[in-house]
C-alpha cells in the first residue's frame, strides 16, 4: 500500500519545540519532493515548506521562518519538520505531501500522495 504517515504532533506549551515525520511505505521517497501543510480550523490550508528530492534545495513559508526547519533522511525514507519556538497560531493538523517539485509546492494541486495529518496544538 502507497502512503504516507505523520507523527510527532502533540500538545506542547508556546515557545516549545517538536519534531514531526512522514514516513513513506510502499514507495520510494527519495524520489520526491515533500512537503509540509497545515490546517486550522476554519482557514484555508497553508503550505508551510517543502524539500527537494535530493535535499538540496528547500523552502519555507514567511510565517514559519527562522523557527521551522525541513529535512530529509533518504535511507529511512522519511522527511522531518522540526519546529521550534511555537506559537498559539501554529496550532494545526499538519500534512505531509509529495510531488514530483517544489514548484508552487505550496497551491497543493500538484501532489501524488497525501499523509493522513498529525494534530499540533499549541497551549499554555
Known amino acids: 500500500q502507497l502512503q504516507l504517515v505523520e507523527s510527532g504532533g502533540g500538545l506542547v506549551q508556546p515557545g516549545g519545540s517538536l519534531r514531526l515525520s512522514c514516513a513513506a511505505s510502499g514507495f520510494t521517497l527519495a524520489n520526491y519532493a515533500v512537503g509540509w501543510f497545515r490546517q486550522a480550523p476554519g482557514k484555508e490550508r497553508e503550505g508551510v515548506s517543502c524539500i527537494s528530492s535530493s535535499g538540496s534545495s528547500s523552502d519555507v513559508a514567511d510565517s514559519v521562518k527562522g523557527r521551522f526547519t525541513i529535512s530529509r533522511d533518504n535511507a529511512k525514507n522519511t522527511v522531518y519538520l522540526q519546529m521550534n519556538s511555537l506559537k498559539p497560531e501554529d496550532t494545526a493538523v499538519y500534512y505531509c505531501?509529495?510531488?514530483?517539485?517544489?514548484?508552487?509546492?505550496?497551491?497543493?494541486?500538484?501532489?501524488?500522495?497525501w499523509g493522513q495529518g498529525t494534530q499540533v496544538t499549541v497551549s499554555s
Open positions: 505531501a509529495a510531488s514530483i517539485t517544489c514548484f508552487r509546492y505550496y497551491e497543493g494541486t500538484g501532489q501524488d500522495y
